[in-house]
């Protein structure tokens, strides 16, 4: 049976009106969805098309030198960023930007990607930009949109001692360290970061926390002015750091040590304290830590004396004679008769067909244990060496803190090399290596390597008879208000265990390097100051011999212990002692 015309027209009716509420609904659902669910997500990014929120970089902390003058500090400095819509929706101010910049638009891409932190951040693409540049830009900022300027600070170094190791510089982050730091949502692309040294150890105190201030902008991108409505966040300064580094000892050193390659670290051998701390030849703190061009840096790399080479605790050398005391006292400790032996040296020592030479080729004649420290006697330590042994000497170099870090507080150090068996037996073989080895060891020869700073720290575990300091150079961390946030407690142990009779033999022994007329370090001697110390001159397979002088003094007015290394210098009595002596009478003359 048919249906009427009037009952299909019905349904057709129905059918309609139903799509359209249907279709209503999506249209409301989605109106909500935009309006209600996604309304802080759009409202954003209309905020951003007319208000602009300006990142305020903090100061880094200031650095200053145990008598508080300022090491490093911030200065001010223009930096040109841009927002990336708004100069892809203009590409010409890209033109623009470049002639001003003298730099490639391709050049300003690769930044903009670098620093990118979304379309409508500016991301930095020019620092430390000229002022007759910025001039420039804000004679043609109607023709540079989505191009910014803003003031950051910056590392300023006013402070006339060469510390550019132990300082360390800043540059711009790179993803690697935004990795690094993903944890701490301060850092973004652009920023400054410490790289080396104490810059980059105490990071975390030193570096700010910025600020933003809000600026309005019209359809054109161009910056109108502040908007009231919207409160500043101001900027949070780093934390200070004040060093242990005194300044007149720091230039006596400098002076002293001149152009020549080495390192001179002298510290307060009671507290750890790093009093002088001189790396030569060092390198220009301005240079690196703005953009570097890479022929300055190509430079730099490829200089042959290594500017950028940290020697005070990277560079590893043989220690030579300094560590004739370790062995010294090892015998002193486990052979009743140490001190009345002697050896008669007629300038070498004869091992199987080879010939160990002594340095006095007429030899020392007839010694003891405390002439041959004095004298630096090779032949009675080739002789002792035979009786103390291999793993004995590391056992004691060891607890030197020798073969270790000595976690002073800047990056990279290095840990040397204490030769034993085991290293021995890797290196050579199982029985392929002879006592000639342990003749090269004892004289701080073959494959035993120390850097500078853990020959100043072995002569300061010896003026302390045993009682290790931990070296460091910060003393407090202050805040801007004059908190004190973090002060140094002094960390010591016992390292090394010996009997009193022991500490001042060994003492008696370094008094006479320097103050007995057969002492190798008699150039170090002082008026009314006495002075202890060794000598130490390090074979060099690719030149002269390096120059080595360590000691101490235990005057209660100077509580010093120091290492002194001379590239290529070559005898540490003729070189090494008379250059810690200028310094020595520098300090003696400040006090008259």
Known sequence: MLQGKNIVDGWRSLFIHGLLALLFLVLMGRYYYLMIVLHEKYAEKATANHIRAVPVLASRGIIYDRDGNILVDNAPSYTISVIPKEIKDHPESLNRLSNIMGISVEEINRRILKNRRGSFAPAKVYSRVPFEKISHLQEHRLELIGVTYSIEPIRSYISELDLSHALGY??????????RFKKDLDYQPGDQVGWKGLEKYYEPVLHGKRGFRYIEVNALGQEMGDVDSHTPIIPIPGHDIFLSIDPFIQAAAERALADSSGSVIILNHRTGEILAY???????????????????????????RKPLYDRGIQGLYPAG???????????????????????????????????????????????????AIQQSCNVYFFNLIQDIGLEGWAYMARAFGLGQVTHIDIPGENKGLVPDTRFMNR????????????????VGQGDVLVTPLQLAQFAAILAQKGVRHEPHFVQQVVA???????????RSELSVSASEKSWEFIHQAMWAVVNSPKGTAKAARQRNWDIYGKTGTA??????????????????RYPYAWAVLLENGGGGGGKAAPLIAKVLRDIARKDL
């Not at 800043?170 to 990795?179: A, K, Q, S, V, Y």
């Not at 090892?330 to 007629?346: D, F, I, P």
């Not at 290196?427 to 004892?442: C, D, H, M, Q, S």
């Not at 801007?480 to 407690?489: F, H, L, P, R, V």
């Open 278 to 304: 001189t790396s030569r030849p060092g390198y220009d703190l301005e240079m690196l830590s703005g953009r570097i061009s890479s022929k300055d840096w190509n430079a730099l790399i490829q200089d042959p």
């Open 480 to 490: 801007k208000n004059g908190e004190i946030i973090q002060k140094y407690e002094p």
């Open 427 to 442: 290196k050579y073989g199982v029985r392929k290596w002879t006592r000639g080895n342990l003749l090269n060891i004892v």
């Open 539 to 556: 074979q060099n397979p690719h030149g002269e011999d390096h120059a080595w002088f360590i000691g101490f003094s235990l005057d209660d």
């Open 170 to 179: 800043t540059r711009e982050i790179n993803r690697d360290d935004l990795d």
């Open 321 to 371: 004679s300094t560590l004739k005391p370790l062995a010294a006292l090892y015998s002193l400790e486990n052979h009743s008769n140490a001190r009345e032996r002697t050896y008669t040296c007629r300038g070498s020592y004869r091992l199987g067909n080879r010939s160990f030479g002594c340095w006095k080729k007429g030899g020392h004649g007839k010694v003891n244990l405390h002439e």
